[in-house]
C-alpha cells in the first residue's frame, strides 16, 4: 500500500526504478520467467529472464522444463 493513492507517474517511476528490466512487462501484464544461467566467477548466481507472449505462460514453462532437463537438472554452487 506504500504506493496507495500516489497517481499513475509516482507509481510507473518506482515501479520502474525497483525492477527496470521487467517493468515492461508488469506493465503490459505478458509473461516472464527467470532461469539459472550459471554463475560468476566468484560463485554469484546468474539468471536469465525469457518473456514471452501474451497469455503463453506454457510456452515458457515448457521452455524452461526443457531447459532444467537439457542441463541435467540446475546448476548448483560450488
Do not use: H, M
Not at 503490459?28 to 548466481?45: D, E, H, N, Y
Not at 501474451?54 to 546448476?75: C, F, Y
Request: with cysteine; glycine share 14%.
Amino acid at each position: 500500500g506504500a504506493l496507495k493513492g500516489r497517481g499513475y507517474w509516482v507509481t510507473s517511476s518506482t515501479a520502474s526504478a525497483t525492477c527496470p528490466f521487467a517493468f515492461a512487462w508488469n506493465v503490459v501484464g505478458w509473461p516472464a520467467i527467470s532461469v539459472p544461467a550459471g554463475f560468476t566467477s566468484t560463485g554469484l548466481p546468474i539468471g536469465a529472464q525469457l518473456l514471452g507472449r501474451e497469455n503463453d505462460e506454457t510456452t515458457l514453462l515448457s521452455l524452461a522444463g526443457s531447459i532444467e532437463r537439457a542441463s541435467g537438472g540446475w546448476p548448483r554452487p560450488r
